[in-house]
Structure formats: C-alpha cells, structure tokens
C-alpha cells in the first residue's frame, strides 16, 4: 500500500466533490434532499495546500467553509462498476475544504462553478489514509479552535461505493483522482484573519487526516 500511496500523482488529476450527502446540511441551507448523488468539480487551480491561505474574494460577502472527508483513487473505474469494484478502487482517504461563496451561490440560481472555483477554495491535505473503517470517523472542522461541524460519516445519505459508481457511470475515475463525500451540517462563515481546520477522525477519535489554513483578505 505504502508504495502504491507514494505512486499517487499530486495535484490530482481531478476534484470531484458530492452535495448535500448529509441530510441535515441539505435542509440547513434550504435545500431538498437528493435521491441520488450530486456532484461537481472543483477547479484545479482552486488547489492549495496545508497552511497555504484562503483568499477571500472582494465580491463576495460570505464566504463560508465546508469540512469534507475524501477519497484517493488508486485504480481507475468507469461505468459498470459494482460496489466491490468501487471500494478496491480506493486507495487512501483524506480531507479537503470545500470553500464556498454563498451569497454568490444564491446569485447563480444554486450552480456550484462560481462560487466553488476561486483560487484558494480547495484546500487539500497531503495526508493519505490507508482506508479506516469508515463508518466509525467523522469529519469535524474548527474555526480559530471553535468546533463548527462535527458529522459522522454513517450519517452519509449515500456509501462511497455507491458514490464513486455514481460518478463513474459519467466520468471515468482515474488513479489520484480525489472524490469528496460532502459536508455535514454547521457550514459557517470564514473572516480574515481566522484559521479554519478540517480533520477526518477514527473511531477512537485520533485525526488520521488533517489540513489547515489561515484566511486572508484577496483582491
């Protein structure tokens, strides 16, 4: 695994990020609750690294964070995939931020590209978790120390085999492909000056992923 791990190309080739996979998030912001999965794709130059800082852009006034726990493909997957197929497809998980700008989101009729793609709205750790028993973590994210989302991933409306077939089944996956699972309720806002931190955390409560950023005013 460890060789495999190593093998993994930094950036991915593509971020694909899930919506509104916990319930409450999706009711939280007003939002129906999907019977299928959701998703999109986050830009690459939206890529940013632990301690890199996320710029908030002048046009817009809430720009919020989004704690997500992720996958790391290590084999490719294309459509037809069974959930077997789709868990061995995985080969770390890690966590990411989805960061997004709300008020804009609303301006954009609910699309994603805008609001998710400025530079700076990925931050993404280098961490790379062998995968954990998945249903025993949470995805829990703090804002100067203040613990803000707190979700544990049995809570996921939809598994990551069923997630990954779901992208698959339109776009083929690739090795180092990172595929997001989506966030859990107390997305809240991000100001200058704050440090917003996002750790995937096993059942014996030991973060196994972790990435950290400090906000700054952008242009």
Avoid at 106 to 125: H, I, M, N, V, Y
Avoid at 130 to 157: F, H, T
Avoid at 190 to 212: F, K, W
Wanted: net charge negative; with cysteine.
């Amino acid at each position: 695994m460890s060789g495999l791990l190593h093998a993994l190309p930094w950036p991915p080739p593509k971020v694909v990020c899930l919506a509104r996979t916990f319930g409450r998030h999706a009711l939280e912001l007003g939002n129906p609750v999907p019977s299928e999965p959701l998703y999109f794709l986050k830009a690459p130059s939206a890529i940013i690294g632990d301690g890199d800082a996320i710029r908030l852009p002048s046009i817009s006034a809430q720009v919020q964070h989004e704690g997500e726990t992720a996958v790391v493909m290590g084999r490719a997957l294309g459509p037809g995939a069974s959930d077997a197929e789709a868990e061995a497809a995985i080969a770390a998980w890690t966590v990411l931020n989805d960061v997004t700008a709300r008020d804009l989101q609303r301006a954009d009729g609910g699309r994603f590209t805008r609001a998710k793609g400025f530079d700076t709205f990925c931050p993404l750790s280098a961490d790379r978790a062998p995968p954990p028993e998945w249903r025993r973590c949470r995805i829990r994210c703090w804002v100067d120390g203040e613990l803000r989302q707190d979700g544990a991933l049995d809570d996921l409306l939809f598994s990551p085999a069923e997630i990954l077939r779901a992208v698959a089944s339109v776009m083929s996956l690739v090795p180092g492909d990172v595929v997001s699972l989506g966030t859990p309720e107390g997305v809240g806002a991000l100001l200058p000056g704050q440090r917003c931190t996002v750790a995937l955390v096993d059942g014996r409560g030991d973060a196994i992923a972790r990435v950290s950023n400090p906000v700054v005013q952008g242009a």
